[in-house]
Nanobody, 113 residues
Framework: QGRFVESGGGLVEPGGSLRLSCAAS????????VAWYHQAPGKQRDLVAQ???????IYADSAKGRFTIIRDVAANTVYLQMHSLKPNDTGVYYC???????WGQGTQVTVSS
């Protein structure tokens, strides 16, 4: 069974940047898509960005112009480059590419001064 491991979170001031990493246990090309999700405290998990095997990347409205999802097939890793971070970007970020794969631990992002 595949799995995904998230890393790269941390504490950053408003306006700052972070790059999150999602390491897949196998080739990311084997998944129809790989996506990043955000779960704010007390809220549901929402899609942030998705990179499909073929076609264009998809972004939530809140991520457009600030976040970029990057697929590195050779490294079996999908990155989420985040700029101009806001306090409401705070939360746990998860990645996944298959509904049958259990969610990982996620990586905590805190945007605060």
């Amino acid at each position: 069974q595949g799995r995904f491991v998230e890393s790269g979170g941390g504490l950053v001031e408003p306006g700052g940047s972070l790059r999150l990493s999602c390491a897949a246990s196998g080739s990311i090309f084997s998944f129809y898509y790989v996506a990043w999700y955000h779960q704010a405290p007390g809220k549901q998990r929402d899609l942030v960005a998705q990179t499909p095997r073929y076609g264009s990347n998809i972004y939530a409205d809140s991520a457009k112009g600030r976040f970029t999802i990057i697929r590195d097939v050779a490294a079996n890793t999908v990155y989420l480059q985040m700029h101009s971070l806001k306090p409401n970007d705070t939360g746990v970020y998860y990645c996944n590419g298959d509904p049958a794969v259990p969610w990982g631990q996620g990586t905590q992002v805190t945007v605060s001064s």
